[in-house]
């Protein structure tokens, strides 16, 4: 039986980095993931981990040292949001291609410009092709089992990866919570036994070199398997973290899908107003259902296949724009993802909550009341909209 | 994950066999590589003028210079020698000279 | 231990041959001297920054560095170098290391001096126990040639290329040693290579075993990007050094000491002349170029004389 406590998600996240006691952590301030490496550095101060935490001079320098430090054999981690990620994306790149299994809480947050503070999707999604698995909360304690379990989903594959709550509205507020006993958190995550090691000091390794195109393809093509075999790497821990705790993850949720005629697919915390809706509708006769994206990278085509093909039409929801004059990201996906698809339904694309875009219960009712007419009338109409714009 | 090293890695390999990250897990596997055949101008010794004084040897970018054991100069390595001619021009005593590489 | 340079030759050389810089080049002299210094028994962790030596050391799958090296990006070895070395402090307070390891950064001007800098301030301000190793050839010779905050007054570069209207580099060359001087560091020092490399050898074995953040500028020739003939490295060097236009010295926690002053300081026109990057200051009518050249150096000159209380 686990621990209740009340915590704001980037507190549940610096407890889970606490519980984890890692050996390195490099970090710059920025909002909204600032807390985290506030509480951890206290953590670090008041003894109650032993991790060795830097405070570096920038986002960019903060991923350096956690790739200098990962390749040095230890636990790296780090903390932060939007332009801070951003301005880390060279770094990321270079973590994922030196297979160094760094782990990044991510608060996601909008992109200037215009400055914003608020949450939407951007950044994360302007970061989706670096080679990092992302796992993305609904809830602080979705935050805080994601976290638990990044570890051991990173180093199986040797791929680094971002933990992702939704900035202030997860990040900040208190919810009720349930966190798991420091031994078994502990036997749980494990020792890391590093792949790449330059303080192996019987067998020197030069890490980063120059790859010539005899080989840098080759090389790509390794680290695309290692995506690949993430999926499975997520469904085994997300299903042993279930047995210990009562909380199974897997690739996406689904919710009220089995009967449902229409769905919509959605990431982050608005599943949770999303679900709000569904209940609603569903007491007034409406067969509507969704699909919560939990891992977007590696993308879940098999669970979007199995969990759309039984729909006539849906929606994605996406919390940040491409400007493609097309669709967001993960209407791309889903959709490169069904094409094949032996039956596929209609889908439009919804751009919603950006910069902080409330987004409300009657927001996702007016939704469900457009992909009902597409699965009506079997006309998809503009496929490229926005939400809760003023026109 | 694999762990070859740089005598067995070719334009063959596959990608299920490449190093991750293209990490090279030994060191200095460079030594397989000839960077002699650069050189237009060799450096030659004559023993007779060298006073074995070792000014020649830290100036080498190429590591061409061995100082063995007892503390004396050997041979150049022609193999890594790019033939800069750095040495001979500061070789105090006129023993090292720059003559064509005739290969 | 006085220094001896057959007892230094005779250290474990720690850069292989078959790398692929060019012929005569500096920067690889500079790493075998700076890494000789390591003593035997120690392991030295290299982070590069990109540039020159770092590609030219690692085409996968041959590196020339015997113990771990580890390359990131242009702008981070400093950052990248201090979470290698956090990652030691870890390890040990951990029980899980017993040898000692020293760490030491090799960058460019252009990844020091330029894109480099906020990293190396980072570093520094910070007082990892590392050494940052700048091989100073004065301008982006791995992209062939461009200017940096280090390149010299007037050198003709590819993006300052004396032109007829504007005559080469119009700034003078960035004071980084000094900038180091600034972080309050243990240790900072600048030197090249002279005679029978007593200078650098030393001052590399201070900045390794000094602990705490240390930095060592280098100036190390490029016959490509300076445009002299290769075998004329250690002219060029000398006559840097006795025009006082790269002078020796060293800062000990704070403390300025001159390390060799000339006895007759001779004219720039004596360094300048071997140069092609210079030749366009000495066609008729230029010469005023050669005299500004030569007040900046006096004025850098007299200012460093008066911190070293000479």
């Known amino acids: 039986m686990g621990i209740r406590e009340r915590l704001s998600g980037n507190e549940a996240t610096a407890y889970a980095m606490k519980q984890i006691n890692p050996d390195v952590m490099g970090a710059f301030p920025i909002t909204p993931s600032t807390e985290i490496p506030q509480y951890f550095a206290a953590y670090v101060d008041n003894g109650e981990v032993d991790t060795e935490f830097i405070a570096v001079e920038s986002e960019h320098s903060a991923m350096s040292t956690c790739i200098g430090a990962e390749a040095a054999g230890c636990r790296a981690i780090s903390a932060t949001s939007s332009c801070g990620l951003c301005y880390m994306t060279e770094m990321l790149y270079v973590a994922a291609s030196d297979r160094l299994p760094i782990t990044l809480a991510v608060s996601t947050r909008a992109l200037s410009g215009p400055i914003n503070i608020n949450n939407d999707h951007s950044d994360a999604m302007g970061v989706r092709d670096t080679g990092w698995i992302q796992l993305h909360a609904e809830t602080n304690q979705e935050m805080y089992d994601n976290y638990l379990q990044a570890m051991r989903i ?4 040797g791929l680094p990866i971002m933990v992702c709550q939704d900035g202030f509205i997860t990040s900040h ?76 993850y897997g690739l996406v949720e689904e919710y009220m899908m089995d009967d449902a005629e229409v769905a919509i697919v959605i990431m982050g915390s608005s599943a949770g107003t999303a679900k709000e809706a569904i209940q609603e509708l569903r007491a007034e006769g409406h067969k509507v259902g969704l699909i919560k994206i939990r891992a977007f990278r590696p993308f879940p085509k098999e669970e979007i296949i199995a969990g759309l093909s039984k729909v006539k039409a849906f929606a994605v929801m996406d919390k940040a724009d491409s400007f493609s004059a097309l669709c967001g990201p993960i209407y791309a996906d889903t959709c490169a993802a069904l094409y094949t698809a032996p039956t596929r339904p209609l889908g439009i694309n919804y751009i919603y909550g950006l910069g902080g875009r409330d987004v409300r219960v009657d927001s996702i009712k007016h939704v469900f009341a457009e992909v009902e007419k597409v699965a009506a009338t079997g006309e998809v109409g503009e496929t490229y909209r926005y939400l809760d714009v003023r026109e | ?26 060191g200095a596997s460079s030594e397989l590589v ?27 970018p190429d590591m061409s210079i061995p100082v063995n054991a007892d503390g004396k100069r050997g041979d150049f390595n022609y193999f890594f020698c790019k033939g800069c001619g750095i040495c001979a021009n500061t070789c105090p005593f006129g023993a090292i000279e720059m003559v064509k590489d005739e290969k | ?189 600048q030197t090249t290579f002279i005679g029978n490399f007593k200078d650098i050898s030393e001052k590399a074995h201070k900045a390794i075993y000094t602990p705490g953040a240390a930095f060592l500028n280098v100036m190390a020739p490029c016959p490509r990007g300076w445009r002299y003939p290769t075998e004329k490295l250690m002219e060029v060097t000398k006559a840097a050094v006795e025009t006082c236009v790269w002078p020796l010295y060293e800062v000990i926690d704070g403390k ?23 030749a366009h200051m000495f066609k008729p009518g230029n010469e005023w170029m050669i005299e500004e050249v030569q007040k900046e150096v006096d004025r850098n000159w007299e200012e460093l004389l008066q911190l070293c209380g000479e």
């Not at chain 1, 303080?199 to 398997?225: C, F, I, L, N, W």
């Not at chain 3, 590196?63 to 290698?84: C, D, M």
Request: with cysteine; aromatic share 10%.
């Open chain 3, 256 to 278: 300025y000491i001159l390390s060799y002053k000339p006895k007759n300081k001779l004219p720039v026109e004596e360094y300048l002349k071997m140069q092609g990057r210079f």
């Open chain 3, 1 to 189: 231990m006085s220094y001896n340079l057959k007892e230094n030759l005779l250290r474990e050389e720690r850069l292989a041959g078959g790398h692929r810089m060019c012929a005569g080049c500096g920067s690889p002299i500079a790493v075998r001297t700076v890494l000789r210094q390591v003593e035997p028994g120690d392991h030295a962790i290299v982070c590069n920054a990109t540039g020159c030596l770092e590609v030219s050391t690692s085409v996968y799958p041959y590196t020339s560095w015997k113990g771990s090296w580890i390359h990131n990006a242009f702008e981070n070895a400093g950052a990248t170098l201090s979470g290698v070395e956090t990652a030691y402090r870890a390890l040990k307070k951990r029980g899980k290391l017993d040898d000692t390891y020293k760490f030491i950064a090799f960058g460019g001007d252009g990844g020091t001096y330029d894109i480099g800098f906020q990293s190396l301030s980072g570093a520094m301000e910070r007082g990892h126990d590392l050494v940052y190793v700048c091989y100073d050839n004065e301008a982006y010779m791995n992209t062939g040639i461009q200017r940096s905050s280090s390149t010299p007054h007037f050198a003709d570069t590819t993006t300052t290329p004396a032109g007829k209207v504007i005559p080469g580099k119009l700034q003078q060359k960035k004071n980084l040693t000094k900038i180091m001087v600034a972080h309050n560091v243990p240790y900072v020092a």
């Open chain 1, 154 to 157: 990173g180093e199986a594959v």
């Open chain 1, 173 to 248: 507020a208190i919810e009720n919570i349930e966190l798991v006993e420091d031994d078994k958190v502990k036997a749980f995550v494990g020792e890391y036994k590093p792949v790449i090691n330059i303080m192996d000091k019987d067998h020197p390794v030069s890490v980063g070199p120059y790859a010539v195109p005899t080989y840098y393809m080759e090389a790509k093509r390794q680290q695309a398997q290692a995506m690949i075999d993430a999926k499975d790497v997520i469904r085994k821990v997300g299903k042993e973290f279930g047995e210990m705790t009562g909380r199974s």
């Open chain 2, 34 to 60: 000839e960077t002699g055949d650069w050189r237009t101008l060799k450096p030659v010794i004559n023993w007779d003028k060298c006073k074995q004084c070792l000014l020649c040897a830290p100036v080498c």
């Open chain 2, 1 to 26: 994950m694999s762990f070859m090293k740089a005598k067995d890695i070719n334009e063959h390999i596959t990608w299920k066999d490449i190093t991750p990250g293209c990490a090279i897990f030994e």
